[in-house]
């Protein structure tokens, strides 16, 4: 699956830079209808990536229209509940269709369903810079060592995720800091099994603005990890500042606070070093196009601030591109008059109109990061809901997308927690 550069050809349909869910996601839709996909990654697959692993009901739903769903369940842990931890101590169990599922393992599944569709997937190969004629990227400038080749594409879907080098290198960057930081890393013990197995997360004082979790994996293996929201403030000159935050320091505050933490790490292994990763959250930092050039995942901030949740999302998008552009092609094979830079721009506006569709939801999730921030209220949602079988189920559907998050925050959502 991993090809050499030397092998890279010098043209394609659609250049797919990045083979994490989004760029697998798009490459995969595309080469099932026949285009000629090249898939590059900075790494050989299959490759460990830091995250969650946890997989919601978007998710879940992506997974299901890419056809790769039973391929993932095989392999995942799955679980019907979040359990919400508040700094008090409480506790609510939120129904859903869950699951976890390393990184590595989902990523390289979706690569190889790439790969089998028709992809070619060429690894560890870089992008350098985009290869531009009147004003459109006609494609990219890709490395490894001391070989360099240029392959030119009908389109570059930038599939890079929250490293801004590659979008400042395509004069897509808006903003060079991220949206948030998170730390994680995996704990083997057989212990736990049984006495952890729903996805569990965690508010407290000494975690805000953020959150600490625990997912559980398959065969006595545990996803444990903070995360914070908001890394960077913003001053009043408009510029973002990076918070003095010590996420180590943070992870340990997490285990003495939450004894299941704590007793999950001290008499378990850990599996490799503790991995930290920015974030890129709420559909912005990045512009989502130019002539011949869409930005598609984590690169376009696909990550919802609240959560921390982005597998889901930035499969949809990807989605979403490749049928932009295969919706483009199917109208220039009806008009073969059609204007070339028309067909560009149609292809661009359907693809920024479904970002831009999603990005209420993403702005909803931002205003809920209040909860982060203000963990007190963690407290006093799962008071409540331990009391209202109502509350439960608009959590649930906050998991499902069906509840508007920002709701259980407002004023008006707080009142009704005492009159409903």
Not at 410 to 420: A, H, I, P, Q, S
Request: proline content about 5%; hydrophobic content about 45%; glycine content about 10%.
């Amino acid at each position: 699956m991993n090809l050499g550069i030397e092998l890279l050809p010098s043209e394609c349909d659609v250049l797919v830079i990045g083979a994490g869910p989004a760029g697998s996601a798009a490459a995969l839709t595309l080469a099932r209808a026949g285009l000629s996909v090249v898939l590059v990654d900075q790494h050989a697959f299959p490759r460990d990536k830091v995250c969650g692993d946890g997989l919601i009901p978007d998710a879940h739903n992506a997974l299901r229209k890419l056809g790769v769903l039973d391929a993932v369940m095989a392999q995942a842990q799955a679980s019907g509940f979040v359990g919400c931890i508040g700094p008090r101590g409480g506790r609510v169990d939120v129904p859903g269709v869950l699951a976890v599922l390393p990184r590595k393992q989902l990523d390289h599944i979706l690569c190889s369903a790439a790969v089998a569709a028709g992809a070619r997937m060429f690894a560890p190969v870089r992008f350098t810079a985009p290869i531009e004629e009147g004003g459109a990227v006609i494609g990219a400038t890709l490395y490894h060592g001391d070989t360099t080749r240029e392959v030119r594409a009908r389109w570059v879907l930038l599939a890079t995720g929250a490293v801004p080098q590659a979008l400042i290198a395509a004069g897509m960057s808006e903003r060079q800091t991220p949206s948030g930081v998170a730390l994680r890393g995996y704990v083997k013990n057989d212990a736990m099994v049984g006495r952890i197995d729903k996805l569990e997360i965690v508010w407290h004082r000494a975690l805000s603005p953020g959150y600490g979790w625990i997912f559980p994996c398959r065969d006595g293996v545990f996803n444990i990890g903070v995360g914070i929201a908001d890394s960077h403030d913003q001053r009043r000159d408009g510029k973002l500042t990076k918070r003095e935050l010590n996420l180590r320091q943070v992870m340990d505050d997490f285990t003495r606070i939450y004894a299941p933490a704590r007793e999950l790490m001290q008499g378990g292994t850990l599996l490799g070093p503790m991995k930290g990763a920015p974030l890129r959250c709420t559909l912005e930092g990045a512009r989502y196009s130019r002539p011949g050039l869409m930005v598609i995942g984590e690169a376009a901030g696909s990550t919802y601030s609240f959560t921390g949740e982005g597998i889901g999302k930035a499969l949809e998008i990807g989605i979403h591109a490749a049928e932009a552009v295969l919706d483009g092609r199917n109208a220039n094979a009806s008009d073969a008059n059609a204007d070339p830079r028309a067909a560009d721009a149609a292809v661009r506006a359907a693809f920024e109109a479904s970002l831009l569709a999603l990005k209420p939801r993403f702005d909803l999730y931002k205003r809920a990061n209040f909860v982060n921030r203000h963990p007190w209220l963690a407290d006093l949602l799962i008071w409540r809901a331990r009391k209202s079988e109502r509350l439960v189920r608009r959590m649930s559907g906050v998991l499902n997308e069906t509840s508007n998050p920002g709701h259980l925050v407002t004023v008006k959502g707080l009142v009704r927690l005492f009159t409903e």
